[in-house]
Structures are given as C-alpha cells and as structure tokens.
C-alpha cells in the first residue's frame, strides 16, 4: 500500500479492510429484549461486584494490587463493552426502529407463500425459545458465577473433559469436539501463574453474589457450600488444591475418568460432586435452547438474503470485508464531536486534569512539547462499519493510500453488534500525520519515518 503522510480529511471517501469479528444483527426484537431486561443487567452486576472484590483484595499491599490489576483492567473494558450496548438497547427511538425494521422484513416473507412456508415460523420460534431461556437466565447465570475463577474453571474443565474426551464427537458437549481440544489443552495445561489468595476472594464474593440474588436455599448453592460459609468454602477448596500445578492437571488429564474421580484434591472432589447437576444444566440448555434456537437463526438468515440479496451483507464471522464511509464527526453529549483531534486537545486534556490519572501524559512528551506541531491530527473518526476484530485494520483513500490505523469505536458504535447507526456510530483511527509527527519528534525514529515515506514516494513514482 502506499503512504499518505497528509492523512484524511473532513468528508472523505474511506475505505477499511480487516476481519471483523463477530456481529448479532440477525437477533429478533425477542432476543433484544431479553438482552435488554434480562441478561445484560445480571451481567454488569457481576461485573461491578468482580471490580470491587478485585479492589479491595488490591488493598492488602503491592503484590495482591499488581496481581490484581490485569483482571480489573479486563473487567472494565468488558464493563464499557456491555454498557455500550446496553445503553444503545436502552435507546427507545433505536429499539422502535429495530422493531419496525422487523416487521417490515416479516410483510415482505408473508407476502410471498413459497417464502412464508420455508421462513414463516422461525421467528415464533425463536419468540417460545427466548422465553424458555429468559425463564431459566437467573438461576443459570448466577450458579455459572461459582465456575468463573481461573480454579474452579480449570477444575470443572478437568472433570468434564475426561468424560467428554472419552465420547464419539459428535456426542460431546460444546467445547469439547475434536477441533477444540488443542486450544482447551493449551489452557487446562497452561503454566501461567495462578494467586490462590485473589482466587479465594473472588470465590467468596461470587458466591455471595449467588446467594443474594437466588437465596441460601437455591438447590445449587447448598450442594456447593454444604452447610459453610462462602469464605469457609474458599478458604478449604481454593486453600488446599494442588491443581495451581499444571504438571497435576495434565496427569490427572490422561489418567482418565477413573483417576479424577478417585482425586483427593478437595476442589477436584467439589467439582465432581457438583458435576450431575453442571452437565444437566448444559444438557438442558443444549436440547431446550441452542438445538432449537440455531435451525430458526439460519432460517431467519436465508430469509434475509432470499429478500435482500445482495444489498445487505451477512453477520461478522472473521472473515475478510472492506468496508466505506466517510470521514465525519458525529452528535454527542448535545454538541458535536469533532471529525478529529490535535495534540492541541491531547495537551489541554491532560492539563484540565492536572496531567493525572488516565490523562496523564508521559514526561517526554512534555520535554518536547517545543518542537511538536500542536495542530497535528492525532485521532480522526469515520462512519465504516467495523466491529471487534478491526483493531490493526488500515484506513484507505480513494487513491489507495494509508491515511490511518483502525483501534477502536466510539462508545456510541458499541451497540453495533447488534444495528449500525450512520448517524451516531464511528471506527476511531490514528492519523497518518500524528505517525509521522511521533515517530520523528517524540520517538526519535526519523530513519523509519524516512523509510516510510521513501516508500510512499517509490510507489507514487
């Protein structure tokens, strides 16, 4: 490709190739909804209480913070994550859109019998589907909370995969198939550390979270605690495991059934114990939810290629797309956001909060402020419909120029895994300008700058 060192401006025509990663736009109105009033207000619950038993474990000193900051620091980002698309669910004028969007895409199937036939039900389908799974989200998510430390996930990884394993393919649970076995043996058996006392408090504190919303006298919980309290639990399984020991875990892997069974670890011995109502759980959920719920979506899928044609374009699935747009600020905050920003505001930013915090700027960038050129583009935002996945996706002009790097979307663009709003939802850039700038007067790297540029200067030759 080449260079463009000038970047893009206002109203330009762009262009980003990459692999987005996953979308969810052929979810039904139903599904937004359970989403909506349902899984996405359990979920960021778990995730503030997750953040604060992490941060109250990081109190104890040095090492429990740094142990605890990689967590905190996924949490968080998972926590804008979901609120983004929580909020955007939350829009009524979004949501009524959605809605119509629907209803109209149902006129067109009814209005043709052979399509009616082959796609009619599906979505009543799904509608009795959602419903079963709303009814079951509570109990399901909140006893799933007990297998969300790293141990107890290992542990019930342990225990299922040397039944799974044993098992024709296509009679195993999910995860569990021939063509996931590599990358769950790469974790089961995996020597990253493991922090038996952050573990302990996690354990402790989901576990709370469990009981406060289902109560003491949930089947699940009693069989998990069996008469103790959640931090007793924690102190004798999580204290007392061996399987911090990856060496224990692959040899306990390919001892088999019979070995894991016979296991004294305690949290080895829980987990087994627990394993009935684990595997009657996913069974159900297999048979009652996805079995069905799966056929109705692919139908819903064929329905929308069989109307649109190709004038739509199917869910992110990775594979390879290039997308167009504009480069274009957007509403915000009953202002406008600007189609980009300048070290100017990187500065002021900084400045406003007392070069602080998560504004805080690196010493050497106020040792060069001097030579930088303030009105440098750093960020700028375009309309592209990009999702996860993106990160690292070139921005091309119409001449083929790199005019930016793809990192991120704005927060309003977060519930574009579900819809994408032209008006509101922006893929975040890095100029080509601010590279330039940074590499030669921050980062003392002017023979690659040259080198880039010679480049650029080669192909346009």
């Known amino acids: 490709m080449k260079w463009n060192s000038k970047g893009a401006g206002d109203g330009e025509l762009v262009f980003v190739s990459g692999n987005p990663g996953s979308t969810d736009r052929l979810f039904t109105y139903d599904q937004l909804e359970f989403l909506r009033d349902g899984s996405y207000p359990m979920i960021l619950k778990m995730i503030d209480r997750r953040i604060q038993i992490l941060r109250d474990y990081g109190k104890q000193g040095p090492e429990q913070e740094r142990q605890a900051l990689i967590e905190i620091f996924g949490y ?7 609120n983004g698309e929580y909020q955007g669910l939350l829009d009524e004028q979004l949501m009524a859109e959605r809605k119509k969007q629907e209803a109209d895409f149902r006129a067109k199937i009814g209005a043709n019998p052979e399509w009616q036939k082959q796609f009619g039900g599906a979505w009543e389908t799904v509608k009795t589907v959602t419903a079963k799974r709303a009814q079951a989200a509570k109990p399901r998510f909140y006893r799933g909370l007990f297998t969300r430390s790293d141990l107890t996930r290992l542990a019930r990884t342990l225990v299922f995969y040397v039944v799974e394993t044993k098992k024709p393919d296509a009679d195993r649970l999910d995860g569990y198939h021939e063509s996931d076995l590599d990358a769950l043996r790469f974790q089961l058996f995996s020597p990253a550390p493991l922090y038996p006392e952050m573990e302990k408090a ?11 919303a289902l109560g003491p006298d949930d089947p699940f ?8 309290t959640p931090e007793q639990l924690a102190s004798q399984v999580i204290g007392q495991t061996k399987l911090t020991d990856p060496a224990l875990r692959k040899s306990l892997a390919e001892s088999g059934e019979d070995a894991v069974r016979k296991s004294a670890d305690p949290l ?3 987990m087994v114990r627990l394993e009935p109502q684990l595997r009657e759980a996913e069974e159900w959920y297999k048979k009652n939810i996805e079995s069905v719920l799966s056929p109705a979506s692919e139908k819903i899928a064929k329905a929308r290629f069989a109307v649109f044609g190709k004038s739509t374009y199917p869910d992110a699935t990775f594979t390879l797309r290039l997308s167009y747009g504009a480069v274009k600020g957007y509403p915000m905050n009953g202002t406008i956001a600007p189609y980009k920003t300048t070290l100017y505001g990187t500065y002021g930013r900084s400045e406003a909060f007392d070069r602080k915090g998560d504004f805080a700027l690196p010493e050497r960038f106020w040792q060069r402020r001097e030579k930088l050129d303030l009105s440098t583009p750093v960020n700028f935002v375009t309309t592209n419909d990009i999702i996860g996945g993106n990160s690292g996706s070139p921005v091309i002009n119409r001449g083929g120029e790199i005019v930016g790097l793809i990192f991120d979307g704005n927060i309003e663009s977060l519930v574009g895994n579900f819809v994408y709003d032209d008006a509101k939802n922006r893929a975040v850039a890095v100029h080509t300008a601010y590279m330039m700038e940074a590499l030669r ?6 023979a690659l700058a040259d080198e880039i540029e010679a480049a650029a200067r080669a192909a346009t030759d």
């Open 202 to 212: 996690v354990v402790a504190g989901m576990l709370k979270l469990a009981i406060e």
């Open 268 to 270: 080895v011995q829980l």
């Open 76 to 82: 968080e980002n998972a926590k804008k994550a979901y």
């Open 221 to 228: 919980l009693k069989a998990v605690l069996n008469g103790q």
């Open 441 to 446: 007067k921050l980062y003392d790297a002017g």
